[in-house]
């Protein structure tokens, strides 16, 4: 049996809090790792009224107008589903990245469980920082993307905007994974 090419997709998402169903997602960015000019974004309407001011402060979102132009849940992860299911073909396989994966990772799952039943990447994921951490033999606390873009000095550089994060995640991750495979 031939093992499918994985198809690398850096994923970014804003939030209102720390954790899915209590909080909602607010904003999902993602791009093709090799090939960053395919993109996906989209705003969500919020599935409750909770937030962490912190959270909204540092990404400019509202819930109020994301309620009013945001894309319902349902329709933003199918949304998602087809755009992920169009990077590939049958013969590849989409593969989660993140930077903090386990963060993003765990509203989108969430998202793409309570909505749609199933999540097209699976039950796994690529972090960044530990793919930094292994091919630099940093320690953790030297996996922030400030401390990881002064040794890979990338041309991006994130904003708290879910597109842009992902664009930029996903330049890290190639840079780190060039250290790995030079």
């Given at each position: 049996?031939?093992?499918?090419?994985?198809?690398?997709?850096?994923?970014?998402?804003?939030?209102?809090?720390?954790?899915?169903?209590?909080?909602?997602?607010?904003?999902?960015?993602?791009?093709?790792?090799?090939?960053?000019?395919?993109?996906?974004?989209?705003?969500?309407?919020?599935?409750?009224?909770?937030?962490?001011?912190?959270?909204?402060?540092?990404?400019?979102?509202?819930?109020?107008?994301?309620?009013?132009?945001?894309?319902?849940?349902?329709?933003?992860?199918?949304?998602?589903?087809?755009?992920?299911?169009?990077?590939?073909?049958?013969?590849?396989?989409?593969?989660?990245?993140?930077?903090?994966?386990?963060?993003?990772?765990?509203?989108?799952?969430?998202?793409f469980h309570r909505f749609l039943g199933t999540n097209p990447f699976g039950f796994t994921a690529v972090d960044i920082k530990a793919v930094y951490m292994g091919a630099t033999g940093s320690t953790w606390q030297d996996t922030r993307s400030s401390a990881m873009a002064r040794r890979?000095?990338?041309?991006?550089?994130?904003?708290?905007?879910?597109?842009?994060?992902?664009?930029?995640?996903?330049?890290?991750?190639?840079?780190?994974?060039?250290?790995?495979?030079?």
């Amino acid at each position: 049996m031939t093992a499918k090419q994985e198809i690398f997709i850096s994923v970014d998402v804003e939030t209102a809090g720390p954790i899915p169903g209590e909080y909602s997602m607010l904003t999902l960015g993602a791009c093709c790792v090799d090939q960053p000019s395919r993109t996906f974004s989209c705003s969500i309407k919020p599935i409750s009224n909770k937030f962490v001011p912190e959270a909204l402060e540092v990404t400019g979102l509202s819930l109020e107008s994301l309620a009013k132009d945001g894309l319902p849940p349902d329709v933003a992860m199918q949304d998602f589903a087809t755009w992920v299911g169009s990077q590939c073909t049958q013969w590849e396989l989409p593969v989660f990245v993140g930077l903090n994966a386990p963060f993003d990772w765990s509203f989108v799952n969430y998202y793409f469980h309570r909505f749609l039943g199933t999540n097209p990447f699976g039950f796994t994921a690529v972090d960044i920082k530990a793919v930094y951490m292994g091919a630099t033999g940093s320690t953790w606390q030297d996996t922030r993307s400030s401390a990881m873009a002064r040794r890979l000095n990338p041309t991006l550089q994130g904003d708290h905007d879910a597109l842009h994060d992902a664009l930029y995640q996903a330049e890290l991750f190639r840079l780190a994974r060039g250290l790995i495979n030079p």
